[in-house]
């Protein structure tokens, strides 16, 4: 009842507020868009995870930043105490992050892309290309847009189907991590609506609070509505290398090789290759077929191997060979003999390669099933005693998809930022570690897709004896957000009380209540 009521006064105050003149920025109610209030908003309670389904009693579709700051402006200063807001992009989360029970969803998709390429040298650009673009903006639709001008973002994540705003909100990361940082690393503007309805541009010299929070700080503490991203040359092609291992050591001495080149070399991610479907959810975008035949069983006991992938980039206007580089590695490494596949593809089809992946889960509907993922950020103090913990809680026989394992650098992400990394400050090498698993429903029904979430839970829990931390993170309690933080708890909490004292913005986190920040503490 409360939720119907608010969007009836609200419609009522965008509409008064169109036809008064001193509102600068509202030229008619359309410019806004109403706030849709529906019985049945099944759409917005659906992500990509499908473990957590909730329903919000209303939908806004945006058409600019303005009708945002409306919205929590108006929330920030009602008697609405129960109402809460999430942002929701392309609803990739997993674990229903961009969800509001019982209160509104902000589809973002619903503002223009407003795309625009400056290239160093003109006026606008001092000295730095970069693109803004819209917070619901796809990282697709910015890849072809500034592809037109030869140019690119420097860092990106293995699926380009994602909203700007949304991995911002949580990092963004890939195998260009290790090089260029995070995606977070990579911003030079935001603007930004807080939960106090506040429409601010921010930047590292600009509201750099409200600027560091917002990045990688899962939508607690504002909304973003444009992201200003840095820019680079972009390739015309890349080599695109797999190299094959059957002993863990090995295969982790040749990525901390791989990542000690970032003059040579653009990309490293790996594999660990646990089963034959595993194998085969990887290579399906690679085109050119693997003369691989690993023998998952060797008297009697499992065994596993492991995969490196790497990337040079092949700009045209570079007086550099990437066969002269790809072979001068290859002569270094130490993968199994024969093991190594080299191919040429073009710079789009290499970072879209995720997309193809896609295409063929979805041609057998297994696209679009439950996705009971964890992702961890381990220390490399600590990362085989996590490998040796991970492999002793998944069964080979019925893991369904790929386990990603590569290294990234400390000294890559910013402090200020949001994004908890492990605690072992001396641990240059942090690893990114991902079971990104499938439930397939008509092979693991509900009680199945349960065991597999409980089985996260043990391997996050014994993990934090290594330091490890988890990226996109998922806690069911209060207890359990405050342990991931640690020390970075009282400020993560004062830039809530400053920037959402009410607690309104993505309540699908699970990290603070509604009215748990007292206004009187800011």
Known sequence: MEIALFCARINILILLLALCSPCKFIQ???????????????TASIDFGRIHF?????????????????????????????????????AHSIYGQAQALDGIVIEMDALPSNIQVHRKGEREADGVSYADASGGAL???????????????RSWT????????????????????????????????????????????????????LFYSVLGGLGQFGIITRARILLQEAPEKVKWVRAFYDDFHTFAKD????????????????????????????STAFPAHLHFTPKFQSDGRSKVYYCIEYAVHDHSS????TEQVVLELSRQ?????????????????????????????????????????????????GINEFVGLLLENISAEEFEGPVLIYPLLRDKWDANASVVLPDAADDQVIYIVGMLRSANPASCPAA?????????????????????????????????????????????????????????????????????ISISSL
Request: with cysteine.
């Open 448 to 516: 199945c897709l349960q065991s597999l979430l409980q089985t996260n839970n043990r391997i996050a829990g014994a993990a934090s004896a290594v330091g490890a931390k988890q990226y996109i993170p998922h806690h069911s309690s209060p207890a359990g957000w405050s342990e991931h933080f640690g020390r970075q708890w009282a400020r993560f909490s004062a830039r809530k009380a400053r920037f959402d004292p009410l607690g309104i913005l993505a309540p699908g986190q699970g990290i603070f209540s509604r009215r748990s």
């Open 139 to 153: 990282w697709v639709e910015l890849l072809e847009e500034s592809l037109k001008h030869g140019l690119a973002p």
């Open 255 to 282: 990525q901390d090789l791989l990542i000690s080149t970032p003059d040579l070399v653009d990309y490293v991610e790996g594999f660990i290759v646990i089963n034959e479907q595993s194998l085969k959810s990887f």
């Open 318 to 321: 570079k007086d550099i060979s």
């Open 54 to 90: 909730n329903s919000p009693s209303a939908v806004l579709r945006p058409k600019s930043p303005q009708a945002i700051s409306l919205l929590l402006s108006f929330l920030s200063g009602s008697s609405f105490s129960k109402i809460t807001v999430a942002a929701r992009g392309a």
């Open 158 to 209: 293995d699926y380009l189907y994602l909203s700007i705003g949304g991995t911002l909100s949580i990092g963004g990361i890939s195998g260009q991590t290790f090089k260029y940082g995070p995606q977070i690393s990579n911003v030079l503007q935001l603007d930004v609506v807080t939960g106090k309805g506040e429409a601010i541009t921010c930047s590292p010299s600009k509201s750099s609070e």
């Open 333 to 381: 490494m130490r993968h199994l003999p024969s093991q190594v596949y080299i191919v040429e593809v073009s710079y789009y089809d290499f970072l879209n390669r995720v997309r193809m992946e896609e295409m063929s889960l979805r041609s057998v509907g297994l696209w679009e099933v439950p996705h009971p993922w964890l992702n961890m950020f381990v220390p490399k103090s």
């Open 28 to 42: 008619s109610p359309m410019d806004l868009g109403p706030l849709n209030f529906r019985q049945n908003a099944n």
